[in-house]
């Protein structure tokens, strides 16, 4: 059985600390990873993907993959009190034939930024 | 990122009433249309996937004669939720995948109260 773990929280951090939010994940075939963030009473946004080990950047948020040891995270530079939300880790592997093209999602870590 | 709408935004309704819910992706043809919901401060759970033309995959635990679901053309996949009780009241999200694409964008999410 697929598993994407995240540690549920909350993760607290100061107004312009850094955030780490990690992921573990059990399927080594996994291809494609996601960061989700939710905010409270409302529905998932994309944050940011990653394919390939290493890290990729978009503006404060940094996503970093590690195929090896399984393991993805997201850096959030800066935090600021908006950022204060649940942030769902989402692994994806290709089944082709069997028809599976689903998300598995972890349960999310709630991080609450302090001003 | 791609648009995803779903309508209404929040039902109340009368226990025993069916609910229809629509998901349509707006800028873009969506092979794959996914139903969560989610229940307050918990995880999102998966209900049933749906592919264009075909009947929908129903996660082990949901009953599919309660939540139907049709996806009769790429932009539009409909959940009704038949005989609605009270322990129905969730927030139901869609999310929809286009073909040959991984990344599953969310719609905003519908809010049922069922008295």
């Known amino acids: 059985q697929k598993e994407v773990e995240q540690n549920s929280g909350p993760l607290s951090v100061p107004e312009g600390a850094i955030a780490s939010l990690n992921c573990t994940y059990s399927?080594?075939?996994?291809?494609?990873f996601f960061w989700y963030r939710q905010y409270s009473g409302k529905s998932p946004e994309l944050i940011m993907f990653?394919?390939?080990?290493g890290d990729k950047e978009d503006g404060r948020f940094t996503a970093q993959l590690n195929k090896a040891s399984q393991y993805v995270s997201l850096l959030i530079r800066d935090s600021q009190p908006s950022d204060s939300a649940t942030y769902l880790c989402?692994?994806?592997?290709?089944?082709?034939?069997?028809?599976?093209?689903?998300?598995?999602f972890g349960k999310g870590t709630k991080l609450s930024v302090i001003p | 990122g791609a648009v995803v709408s779903q309508h209404p935004s929040r039902v109340i309704c009368k226990s025993g009433t069916s609910v229809k819910i629509e998901c349509r992706s707006l800028?873009?043809?969506?092979?794959?249309m996914f139903w969560y919901r989610q229940f307050p401060k918990k995880s999102l759970m998966l209900m049933a996937t749906?592919?264009?033309?075909?009947?929908?995959?129903?996660e082990q635990g949901v009953e599919k004669d309660k939540f139907l679901i049709n996806h009769a053309s790429l932009t539009l996949s409909t959940l009704t939720v038949t005989s609605a009780h009270p322990e129905d009241s969730s927030f139901y999200i869609c999310?929809?995948?286009?073909?040959?694409?991984?990344?599953?964008?969310f719609g905003p999410g519908t809010r049922l109260l069922v008295l």
């Open positions: 999310s929809a995948r286009g073909q040959g694409r991984e990344t599953q964008y």
């Open positions: 399927d080594r075939g996994s291809q494609s």
């Open positions: 990653i394919y390939s080990n």
């Open positions: 989402a692994v994806y592997r290709s089944e082709a034939g069997a028809g599976s093209y689903q998300l598995t």
């Open positions: 800028d873009f043809q969506a092979t794959t």
């Open positions: 749906s592919n264009e033309g075909s009947k929908a995959t129903y």
